[in-house]
């Protein structure tokens, strides 16, 4: 059971309890909140940022009835209940009411609260337009509620000297602000909408609301995190229907029997996740081999700054040294490591022991080898240790050693050397096959898993079981 509070401030908690305990909770230690004046169900309490739709109100014997509106609703005390399915209990003494705060009206930042050119508001319920009128003064001489819905209007906010804001009605029940970017005069415009009686929402909050759950509405929240045009184009791809208007084709193979055409769509869309996992995350590229080989430098070439510290000490880098890049468009952080060897004291231990560590959670390892010196024991059980990583010989540009070496890509980190190819290859193990523009990408934890149910049941025959299975990423 969840038992949500409404402070006067309509800063809203829960706490998960099993329901017997917390009524008990309540009944013990009802004397001493009444003596501090505690309006809290439970010692222990989270914030959330969820909507929340048909709630009961648990209201105590000295808590005044609920009053409708959402100022009113808003000052007053009492202990919101999201039961399970069934009764729902309440102490001795207290009253139970239903509350529908879909009827609550409520402003939600669309931009992010960083200094920016533009910042979005939009603000959503049945008060939206009598709100912002109340606020808003229009440059010509109509006000707001007179204004035909879709117009775009020019005016200050509270006072004719004030904040600068473009306003929309976009239907009676949403009005659109946008204004300065700066946090401030985003921020101010919010806080009068709140002292009003508006509820701050999150952009989250605003997309639940405005779409029912689907697959286009998850690809909206992820574009958010896509950190490259590329990525955030194949997400593009997914909020148009790319892995919705596959999912429809495997379910039209298996609804006539065609299991086999149906087979092989699913395990295409699960050779994807791989990059579909990365859309929103980068790929993680760990650079690795003996000390002073010019890892460091083949970063900081790869980068175009110097990000890692390069002297002709060997032992120089004891930590991981991170930096975020993309290549070929595909978002990626590259980590320097320590140099792979038995070090020489616990600092350069402790190095090691990171880059191995860093090495296991690594989505491609490059080993880098200096060609001017001597193949050597430990270079080989490098290799023996990755042995699909991407074997990299370094300073090319000075005179090569003798003997034999397994294959290789040559480059020179301090004369730029070999980068083009280094970047290429690197992009064709990440990506080794490019999706066509509208395909179909998973790109969460639970399409992959979903997929791998239908697959699963499709092999074993069970196709109805398998239509469930891709029913349920559709949403």
Known sequence: MLIFEVPRQAACRFHFANQQSTIDNHQSSAARRRQNGDNCLLSSVLPFAFPLRALHVLRGPSHPPLQDGGRERRKSHGFLLLAQPGPTFAPAGWGIEHVDTAEQTCVYRLTPPTPAALASLAVCGPEAVRLVAQRFLPAGQRPLDEVPVGRVVFGHWLHAGGEEVVVTVRHPQRVDIHGHGGTAASQAVLDSLEQAGARAGSWQEWLAEDQPPCLGRAAQQALVQARTERTAGILLDQWQGGLEGEIQQVLACLQHHQTN????????????????????????????????????????AILGYPRAIVTDQAGTTRDVVTASTAIDGWPVVLSDTAGLRRGADELEVAGVQLAVTALAAADLVVLVFDQSQAWTAADQRLCQAWPDALRVYNKCDLPAAAGRRPAGLPTSATRQLGLPELLGQIAGRLVPVVPLPGAGVPWTAAQEFGLQEAREACRAGDLSAAEAALRGILG
């Open 261 to 300: 055409a149906g087979l092989a769509q699913i395990d295409q869309l699960l050779a994807r996740c791989s990059l579909g996992r990365h859309l929103t995350e980068p790929f993680r590229i760990v650079l690795a081999g003996q000390p002073n080989v010019g890892k460091s430098s083949l970063i900081n």
